[in-house]
Every structure is written in structure tokens, then in C-alpha cells.
């Protein structure tokens, strides 16, 4: 079992790179060790700005460092950084283009018995809707790993949520696949099925389509770990020969990515699609996995709603 969060991958990659590209700086808002950052922070002092608990200067500041050349990162926990910031986010690194991502960490329900005031269901719709800003949920350290090496050679607005805890490989490190801006599919493009997941969802919706698999239900999976840009020639060609689509995520119910699905669904190629994500409530005290469990959110839950809507 992994047990290296992917917060811990991001700092890694950061660190390795850093230590060449000294143009590189990484903020924090008093939460390095949530961040993982603790190391990065120790071997490159000079290129570490620990800004306190000031998230809209946090944000504000990565924008300036980026506008004078630095490539900024700026870390906070995502119910902090995608709310208290967001005008920041929304005009300091957004409208004026600049090349910060933001990392939101401990995102979704991570935090677990903090409650509401400490998960992030909106954020996903929050940042989506900002134009200039992409979004990218990655589902394990290998993608995580992928995708800032990605964006350590972009100069683009970015922000990126990761949760708290290690979540199952799906993925080698040896032969992740991955293409910017493109979805991975786990499947093919003729299923009864499409599950269209981003982040810790993918892996249970891997495991719903193993279920499936054995009850005669052919079902393909889209890792889409680029939630902005919505990969939406890979959505379509699959969806086209589906006979449902059901897309799963860590997230509000809405504006998230079940709403650009269902959106980019009815107007290309009309067909049902099933939404699953947290209720319209504070969800239930517990960890992540009992959260999931609660709601079905887990292999079991996502292939018995696939079942029950299938007819």
C-alpha cells in the first residue's frame, strides 16, 4: 500500500527541480507541514517565502515574484485558498495572467472531523468558472509527479488540489501514462458504460468497472485529471457509443465536473448522465474513507448506482 500522499510528490518534484532553477519560489501560508513543504523549505531557504496566516497575500505576492520573472507556487489548504483568495486568485493571477499555480492541499473532505469549515467541495466549480484558470485534480503521486513537471515548463495560471492522505497507486512510475490537457482512458472506445472521475475518485471508479466487468457490463473509464480544460473530444467519442455516463468526484453536486459532462453530453451527443459526488449537505464526521463509504462514493456504491440506472 502507497503511502506517499501526493502533496508529498509535489514538494519532491519541486525540490529536485529547485536546486537548478533558481527562478523557482514556493510560498506557504503557515501550513508547511500540511503542505509537505518542510523539506523544500530546509534545502532552499532563499527560494521559500512563509507568508503566515495571509492567504490573500499569500496569492497576491506569488503573483507579483511571478511578474518579475519567478515561476511562484503558491500552497494552502484548498477550503482556505479557493475562498478567503479567491478575489486574488480570480484578478492577481487570473486576469493578469500570471504564472502561479496554486496548490490547494487537503482538498475535498480531507480534513474529516474539521467539518465544513475545513473542506473544499466548491472549488472545483469556484476556480473552473475564473477564465485564465485551469483546473487539475491528479488521481496518484506518479500523475501528481507528471503534471508538475508539466506545469514547471508552463507559464500558465494553474490551480491544483491534492488530498491530505496517500491514495492507492493506479499508475507505475516507470510508465505513467500522460498527455497534457488530455484525459487517460482505462477502457475502450465501445462500452455500455463511461465513468468519467477526477482525483481520488478514479480509483474507485476503477473498481466499479472491474464489478461490472464480471456482471457483463462493459465499462471504460476516463481519468480526467485535467478538469480545465475539459477534455471534451475524449468525452464525446466514448460517450457517443455509451449507453450511460455517470461521472463521479469529490465535489458539490454542483458546477463541478459532473455539470460540464452533463453540459458538453446534452448538447454533442444527448444521452443520461448520472452525477455522483457529496450531497448538498454537511457531509457526515468520519475519514475520507468512511465519508466515501456513507455516500457510496466506493467501487461497490458507484457499480450498484451504474446497475440501477442501466436498467
Avoid at 515548463?153 to 494553474?158: N, Q, S
Wanted: proline fraction near 5%; hydrophobic fraction near 40%; include cysteine.
Amino acid at each position: 500500500m502507497n503511502k506517499i500522499p501526493n502533496r508529498q510528490a509535489i514538494c519532491d518534484v519541486l525540490t529536485r527541480e529547485a536546486k537548478a532553477d533558481k527562478d523557482i519560489v514556493v510560498l506557504c501560508s503557515d501550513s508547511r507541514g500540511s503542505a509537505s513543504l518542510a523539506s523544500y523549505a530546509s534545502e532552499h531557504p532563499d527560494q521559500y517565502v512563509e507568508m503566515g496566516i495571509a492567504e490573500q497575500n499569500l496569492v497576491s505576492v506569488a503573483a507579483g515574484l511571478a511578474k518579475c520573472g519567478k515561476k511562484s507556487f503558491a500552497a494552502s489548504p484548498a477550503c482556505f485558498l479557493s475562498t478567503r483568495s479567491y478575489e486574488q486568485c480570480k484578478v492577481d493571477v487570473a486576469y493578469s495572467d500570471t504564472n502561479v499555480t496554486l496548490i490547494g492541499i487537503s482538498g475535498g473532505i480531507s480534513y474529516g472531523a474539521l467539518g465544513m469549515s475545513h473542506h473544499s467541495a466548491q472549488d472545483i466549480a469556484a476556480m473552473a468558472s475564473v477564465p485564465n484558470m485551469r483546473v487539475y485534480l491528479p488521481s496518484d503521486r506518479f500523475q501528481t509527479i507528471k503534471l508538475m513537471e508539466a506545469l514547471l515548463a508552463d507559464e500558465k495560471p494553474a490551480y491544483v488540489r491534492v488530498g491530505r492522505n496517500p491514495v492507492e497507486d493506479i499508475y507505475a512510475t516507470e510508465d505513467c501514462p500522460f498527455e497534457f490537457g488530455k484525459a487517460t482512458k482505462h477502457g475502450s472506445d465501445d462500452a455500455d458504460v463511461l465513468l468519467v472521475a477526477c482525483g481520488e475518485m478514479v480509483k474507485p471508479s476503477l473498481h466499479a468497472a472491474e464489478i461490472l466487468t464480471e456482471k457483463r457490463i462493459n465499462a471504460t473509464v476516463l481519468d480526467m485529471y485535467c478538469v480545465k480544460p475539459l477534455d471534451e473530444e475524449t468525452i464525446v467519442k466514448v460517450a457517443k457509443q455509451a449507453r450511460l455516463i455517470v461521472t463521479v468526484e469529490e465535489h458539490s453536486p454542483f458546477g463541478g465536473l459532473g455539470s460540464m459532462v452533463s453540459q458538453l453530453v446534452a448538447t454533442s451527443c444527448p444521452k443520461k448522465v448520472i452525477n455522483i459526488a457529496l450531497p448538498d449537505t454537511p457531509v457526515i464526521t468520519g475519514t475520507s474513507k468512511e465519508v466515501f463509504d456513507y455516500y457510496g462514493m466506493n467501487g461497490d456504491g458507484i457499480a450498484k448506482r451504474v446497475e440501477e440506472n442501466l436498467g
